[in-house]
């Protein structure tokens, strides 16, 4: 089978097509015959060696993915079948076959689009874990998400409407401005200039009650201080390439609370709750509630511009590559 493989880390090294054995489905296992994959900022990291978690070289990145079961593993017991359409998250998703636990694998309707599937879970499962289960958000708060264009930005602007909250989305250009207001969001902001004072007026005197932080550096600082008493600051993740500091006073001042968003170990602690949650959000998928904003579709062959695409920081939309 093809599949792209990290063959090690440093300056030479980089993501290569390889043909490597088609892996067989243990008991509790389905074999995907995978069609798409998503290319995500956690998944270079990863491939770099740049992220929190080094696998040993050499080994297939990427994270998500969707397809047809293609084998079922002796005495598994699940409902899927070969022929069924799939999607989920499983390491080693770069391949064009990879084996899941049939638990970890979400059937699809009929039909769907395989570059939208492949990026439909990961983002809202992320963007949902953090706001109803880490954030607490309810109808009537004022959420506000930064990078609201990006991939788990632009599912949460969508999952904070469904969820019934007034959406203020920060992005850096009318074209990422334009998406997250097709998106659902109240209003948007410029977030390439001294955008904090805006958001303060837009958010009223009780202030903003939940911020979606997956870009830290100093906007971590001027999200914070835009929260109202009791406010709760999401941070996700770092894709503006710094960690950011707080005045630790600020805490105490807003009565507000910095909440940290990890849903890697969301699943690792607690399996069963982050599978629950991760069907939920396949289904949203499917009824058209949450749509991912797919930008390129390129096959496996020209993973190396799909790469680069993926990381231009004025690109709207995921990458997507198909085998």
Not at 8 to 26: F, K, M
Not at 74 to 86: I, N, Q, W
Not at 144 to 150: E, F, K, Q, R, Y
Request: proline share 7%; net charge neutral; with cysteine.
């Amino acid at each position: 089978m093809r599949a792209l493989q990290v063959p090690g880390y440093g300056p030479d090294d980089h993501i290569t097509l390889q043909t490597l054995p088609r892996p067989e489905p243990a008991p509790g296992e389905v074999r995907i015959r995978v069609q798409a994959c998503g290319i995500s900022y956690v998944d270079l990291l990863l491939a770099r060696g740049a992220y929190q978690v080094r696998p040993p070289p050499p080994f297939v990145p990427g994270s998500e993915y969707s397809g047809v079961v293609d084998a079922v593993g002796t005495g598994t017991d699940t409902r899927l079948a070969p022929g069924d359409p799939v999607c989920g998250t499983r390491q080693g998703a770069w391949a064009e076959y990879i084996c899941v636990p049939a638990a970890r694998v979400q059937a699809l309707p009929a039909g769907i689009d395989p570059a939208l599937a492949a990026v439909a879970s990961a983002s809202a499962y992320t963007a949902l874990y953090g706001l109803r289960e880490r954030g607490a958000l309810k109808a009537g708060d004022t959420l506000l998400v930064l990078g609201a264009a990006g991939a788990v930005g632009h599912a949460a602007v969508q999952i904070g409407r469904a969820l019934g909250a007034r959406v203020l989305a920060l992005a850096s250009s009318e074209a990422k401005r334009a998406a997250a207001r097709d998106a659902g969001a109240d209003a948007v902001i410029d977030g390439g200039g001294d955008w904090k004072e805006q958001v303060k007026r837009l958010a009223g005197p009780g202030g903003v009650d939940v911020v979606f932080d997956p870009v830290g550096g100093p906007a971590t600082d001027a999200a914070f201080r835009t929260l109202g008493w009791g406010g709760r600051h999401l941070m996700v993740g770092f894709a503006g390439g710094e960690i950011g500091a707080l005045k630790t006073n600020l805490a105490i001042v807003k009565g507000a609370a910095l909440v940290g968003v990890d849903v890697r170990q969301f699943g690792e602690r607690e399996p069963a709750r982050a599978a629950a949650l991760l069907r939920e959000c396949v289904g949203w998928f499917a009824e058209g509630r949450v749509r991912p904003l797919v930008r390129q579709v390129l096959p496996v062959e020209r993973f190396d511009e799909a790469a680069a695409l993926a990381q231009e920081r004025e690109g709207v939309g995921r990458v997507v590559i198909t085998f």
